[in-house]
Every structure is written in C-alpha cells, then in structure tokens.
Nanobody, 123 residues
Framework: QVQLVESGGGSVQAGGSLRLSCAVF????????MGWFRQAPGKEREGVAI????????DYAASVKGRFTISQDNAKNTLYLQMNSLEPEDSAMYYC????????????????WGKGTLVTISS
C-alpha cells in the first residue's frame, strides 16, 4: 500500500526558509508525477509545485515561482520542497501528492495523498 508521509513544517518569520520532505513507502514503480499542494483555512486547495519524474521537469504556481524549489531524491524515495523568502500568505497545510496517470497529473487530480504538514509564517 502506497503511503506518503510529509515532514518539515513549522513556524518561521517572514523572510525565512523551510524545507518540506515527503517520504514514499510501499510503491513498486515510479509515479508519473509528484507534487505539493497547500490549503489555508477558508481557502480552496491549490497546487504549489509539480515534478514529472520521467524527465524531472517542474512547474510552479505563479505565487511561489522563484522562491520555492521542488526536487526528488530517488535513492531515498523522497520528494522535497525548498521554500525561501516565506511570506505570511504562504501559511497553510502543505500536502504531498502523486499519481501514475499522465492524465491525472495534467489535471492536478492526484490519487495518492499524504496527511499534510503545517506551515505558519509570522510577519
């Protein structure tokens, strides 16, 4: 059974950095894509960053481009999100997600989700 387990959330001041990790357990072949999503209280979930594992291409939400970097360590079965220059608007629960389907990846409609890690940015 596939499991995604996030870690690395916390509370930092604006301008600071955090690195989120997502460890993957129980999968037998490589996902087509993996990504990070976030949801703040009272807001809809939004895609933050996505990585296509085949060619390692990436895409970012406009609000985080240039500040966040998504990456993977295949040897450790881990996905990362390096977040720099954090802003109070980045405060949210961050979720790791993945899927094997090209179609579902293109629609940000992932089938596998972690339980989330909380990020709080103070001004």
């Amino acid at each position: 059974q596939v499991q995604l387990v996030e870690s690395g959330g916390g509370s930092v001041q604006a301008g600071g950095s955090l690195r989120l990790s997502c460890a993957v357990f129980g999968y037998t072949y490589e996902f087509y894509c993996m990504g990070w999503f976030r949801q703040a209280p009272g807001k809809e979930r939004e895609g933050v960053a996505i990585l296509y594992t085949g060619g390692s291409s990436t895409d970012y939400a406009a609000s985080v481009k240039g500040r966040f970097t998504i990456s993977q360590d295949n040897a450790k079965n881990t996905l990362y999100l390096q977040m720099n220059s954090l802003e109070p608007e980045d405060s949210a629960m961050y979720y790791c997600a993945a899927d094997y389907s090209r179609r579902r990846c293109s629609q940000n409609d992932m089938g596998y989700w972690g339980k989330g890690t909380l990020v709080t940015i103070s001004s």
